[in-house]
């Protein structure tokens, strides 16, 4: 019997003493990073060819304490040498650790090697030949804690290298970290049953391809070409033979078990290396990855899928980077696994563990893993409506702010909470219908009280309007305390929810005060898209809910086609378009700002830039450089501001004058079959006769107009514009 060690990811310990144990390891001890265990040739070389979760094995040669590099100098001068290396062959050492007098692990390995070289040829008067790539034998030498252990890593390169991933997309998973993922989220079991695997965020399909091994029988390294023990003295080949015979018949038996597993990935790399890597790995024609967009993903109909398992690893952090943008994310995937998977499990894989709670579901078990030097965590799901979180109801603010009854408000507050309850009622049936989430509540309904109030998920926005002049300041700020008093007694929602934007008697953006100046950044749901909205930091939330029927209109009419969306703002349509299914999008404005905006709206719904671009740029610039003549839309949204003299630009815009030129600019771009949708929000626009001239225009204004804005017909007008 053999003394070795086992090391694998940290927080794998437990899973790979179980795993250890069914390969026949006995006396097994479990530790930080690893097991410890004693184990015959046959033993050591079935964990080696079967272990999923391991990283090395290390058949230890000695365990002894020591302080300075002359104690460990005679420990490894009491082992022969010649025993596990032939003086004719190759041999490299590692070394981890540092001693009283050795604080460099070059130097370190450097001064084992000597011991050794020396060691045979006092004897032989020969010495082996240091070979820094797959040598005959790699001594491993690791001090911690007083104490040098001296092994022979049998393993050669890391188990988790199985030989099929030569490409890897960002940040890919090591492939025993996948290995346990799919252990803890339940797989064995689950494909036993035939159950099927779907990964929306395959990367390079390292989960898919681990998943496809565990179900078919296939051990991980009947695929590898080099082992440390392959030159090492000890080394039984008939035993090593007798083995890999075993696997191949396990493996050509299981390969008809493998249920149906599939992976998606809106990288078009990625998805080229995961095929590769799926071919490499002997599972063309068994494993399948496609090209799609998280927002365009749905359950697969051309193949039958029995309940099974979605899993995956989704961005927490490295690659997208906001955070509110992260939580749109995880919120969508969770609408798609609400949508599509009843009845299914459900694994997520993150570092971060209030992203896995904007998923909308309990988990039901918690794992922790290490990603490396991240400490994440694994989630399992049901996905089933009684393990969905309850979206917070008014009850739930009771402990977080008294609300005042509308009796106990002055008369003035109770007559607008009164229309504010009476307004929310009558929307009630529109709000069921489309599950709206923002809306307006109030519109200066009672023209002394006069604000805009729109509800935001669990959040309230108060806009004053300019009130005349001759009105006194006292009392339009009086009238304004009612307002924000009525609000949460009509809506249930506490005071510390109601964000406040407020006139002065000045001109410009800086009429505006605000109640918060904390940014209050999160998403909601519209049609099934996820846009994020701030209620404090800017004049305008970020979404402009009059347009909530036009944005669902291009949703609809997107499908397969090329979308230029020109003053993007936020780049809410294109969301919305892209959810839609559009073939590809432009999205154009000269703010920085609102472009990276409108980025974080792209990636909470799991839209990637390589069909959907965004461009800072004057409009109107892009639209006459010649540079762009060849590119042509079939559905092109035009939303100008009513004016705008930017710095970034010399000339200056009012859509009045303008409007005529910027229509012509955008026909031009247009298909002979597309459409252009044109708005404004500009009072007493009157769109100019040589439009109709030269196309074909429908004023579809009333039907853009939403049910909560139908106290104020004239929040904007649309037109629909096509080629005669």
């Known amino acids: 019997m053999n003394s070795i060690f086992i090391s694998c990811p940290k927080g794998n310990e437990s899973l790979l003493r179980d795993e250890a144990g069914e390969l026949g390891l006995q006396h097994i001890t479990e530790t930080t990073g690893g097991?410890?265990?004693?184990?015959?040739?046959?033993?050591?070389?079935?964990?080696?060819?079967?272990?999923?979760?391991?990283?090395?094995?290390?058949?230890?040669?000695?365990?002894?304490?020591?302080?300075?590099?002359?104690?460990?100098?005679?420990?490894?001068?009491?082992?022969?040498?010649?025993?596990?290396?032939?003086?004719?062959?190759?041999?490299?050492?590692?070394?981890?650790?540092?001693?009283?007098?050795?604080?460099?692990?070059?130097?370190?390995?450097?001064?084992?090697?000597?011991?050794?070289?020396?060691?045979?040829?006092?004897?032989?008067?020969?010495?082996?030949?240091?070979?820094?790539?797959?040598?005959?034998?790699?001594?491993?030498?690791?001090?911690?804690?007083?104490?040098?252990?001296?092994?022979?890593?049998?393993?050669?390169?890391?188990?988790?290298?199985?030989?099929?991933?030569?490409?890897?997309?960002?940040?890919?998973?090591?492939?025993?970290?996948?290995?346990?993922?799919?252990?803890?989220?339940?797989?064995?079991?689950?494909?036993?049953?035939?159950?099927?695997?779907?990964?929306?965020?395959?990367?390079?399909?390292?989960?898919?391809?681990?998943?496809?091994?565990?179900?078919?029988?296939?051990?991980?390294?009947?695929?590898?070409?080099?082992?440390?023990?392959?030159?090492?003295?000890?080394?039984?080949?008939?035993?090593?033979?007798?083995?890999?015979?075993?696997?191949?018949?396990?493996?050509?038996?299981?390969?008809?078990?493998?249920?149906?597993?599939?992976?998606?990935?809106?990288?078009?790399?990625?998805?080229?290396?995961?095929?590769?890597?799926?071919?490499?790995?002997?599972?063309?024609?068994?494993?399948?990855?496609?090209?799609?967009?998280?927002?365009?993903?749905?359950?697969?109909?051309?193949?039958?899928?029995?309940?099974?398992?979605?899993?995956?690893?989704?961005?927490?952090?490295?690659?997208?980077?906001?955070?509110?943008?992260?939580?749109?994310?995880?919120?969508?995937?969770?609408?798609?696994?609400?949508?599509?998977?009843?009845?299914?499990?459900?694994?997520?894989?993150?570092?971060?563990?209030?992203?896995?709670?904007?998923?909308?579901f309990r988990a039901y078990k918690q794992y922790r893993l290490n990603n490396g030097p991240l400490d994440c965590k694994l989630f399992n799901f049901h996905i089933d409506s009684e393990w969905k979180m309850k979206s917070m109801d008014n009850s739930e603010y009771a402990g977080e702010q008294t609300i005042q009854s509308i009796e106990d408000l002055s008369p003035g507050a109770q007559m607008v909470a009164n229309r504010i309850k009476k307004n929310i009622k009558a929307l009630k049936p529109e709000l069921k219908k489309h599950k709206l989430q923002a809306y307006r509540i109030y519109d200066a309904d009672i023209p002394e009280y006069s604000a805009a109030i729109d509800i935001y998920g669990d959040w309230v926005h108060v806009a004053e309007y300019q009130a005349p002049s001759e009105i006194p300041e006292e009392k339009t700020k009086a009238r304004l305390v009612e307002i924000v008093d009525a609000v949460p007694a009509a809506t249930g929602i506490p005071h510390s929810r109601v964000v406040l934007k407020e006139r002065s008697r000045q001109k410009g953006r800086k009429q505006y005060t605000r109640l918060s100046q904390e940014g209050q950044e999160f998403a909601i749901q519209e049609h099934g898209v996820n846009l994020l909205v701030n209620m404090s930091d800017y004049l305008d939330t970020g979404l402009f809910l009059d347009h909530r029927p036009v944005r669902l209109m291009i949703q609809e009419m997107s499908r397969g086609k090329d979308i230029l969306n020109l003053y993007c703002y936020t780049a809410s349509v294109t969301a919305h378009a892209a959810v839609g299914g559009a073939k590809s999008t432009i999205s154009i404005d000269l703010s920085k700002t609102y472009l990276n905006w409108a980025r974080r709206n792209l990636d909470a719904n799991g839209i990637s830039d390589s069909k959907h671009k965004l461009i800072e740029s004057d409009c109107r610039t892009w639209l006459k450089d010649p540079k762009n003549r060849n590119k042509t839309f079939d559905l092109i949204f035009m939303d100008p501001p009513t004016f705008s003299n930017s710095k970034k630009t010399y000339e200056t815009l009012d859509i009045q004058r303008d409007h005529a030129e910027l229509i012509q600019l955008a026909m031009a771009r247009l298909n002979p079959q597309g459409v252009l949708i044109f708005s404004n929000n500009r009072r007493g626009f009157k769109l100019d006769d040589s439009i109709s001239e030269h196309f074909s225009v429908a004023d579809i204004s009333q039907q853009t107009i939403p049910k909560d804005f139908k106290r104020n017909l004239k929040i904007h007008q649309c037109w629909k514009i096509e080629n005669q």
């Open 35 to 360: 097991i410890s265990g004693e184990a015959d040739v046959e033993c050591l070389y079935r964990i080696c060819l079967w272990s999923r979760l391991a990283s090395r094995v290390l058949l230890v040669l000695a365990d002894q304490p020591v302080s300075t590099f002359e104690t460990l100098e005679s420990h490894l001068k009491n082992i022969d040498w010649s025993e596990h290396l032939r003086v004719s062959g190759t041999f490299k050492v590692n070394f981890a650790g540092e001693l009283k007098d050795i604080n460099n692990e070059l130097f370190g390995a450097m001064r084992v090697k000597d011991v050794i070289v020396d060691q045979f040829r006092e004897r032989t008067g020969l010495r082996p030949t240091i070979q820094k790539t797959q040598p005959d034998v790699c001594v491993d030498v690791r001090v911690r804690k007083g104490r040098a252990r001296i092994a022979l890593d049998l393993s050669g390169d890391p188990l988790h290298r199985r030989g099929y991933r030569l490409d890897g997309a960002k940040a890919p998973l090591k492939e025993n970290l996948a290995a346990a993922i799919l252990i803890r989220a339940g797989w064995p079991d689950i494909s036993k049953q035939q159950g099927s695997l779907i990964d929306p965020m395959c990367g390079s399909g390292t989960l898919l391809i681990e998943a496809a091994w565990m179900a078919g029988d296939r051990a991980p390294g009947l695929s590898r070409q080099y082992w440390g023990f392959s030159g090492w003295l000890g080394h039984s080949p008939s035993v090593w033979v007798d083995l890999i015979s075993e696997a191949r018949a396990r493996r050509e038996k299981g390969d008809t078990e493998i249920p149906p597993i599939l992976g998606y990935d809106a990288d078009q790399s990625a998805i080229m290396a995961s095929i590769t890597n799926i071919e490499r790995a002997g599972l063309k024609g068994k494993v399948w990855s496609y090209r799609k967009e998280l927002s365009q993903w749905q359950l697969p109909t051309h193949m039958t899928l029995k309940t099974g398992l979605l899993v995956c690893n989704p961005p927490y952090g490295e690659r997208l980077g906001e955070q509110q943008a992260l939580k749109g994310l995880y919120r969508y995937l969770g609408q798609i696994m609400d949508r599509d998977l009843q009845g299914w499990r459900a694994s997520i894989f993150t570092g971060n563990v209030e992203l896995a709670k904007s998923v909308g």
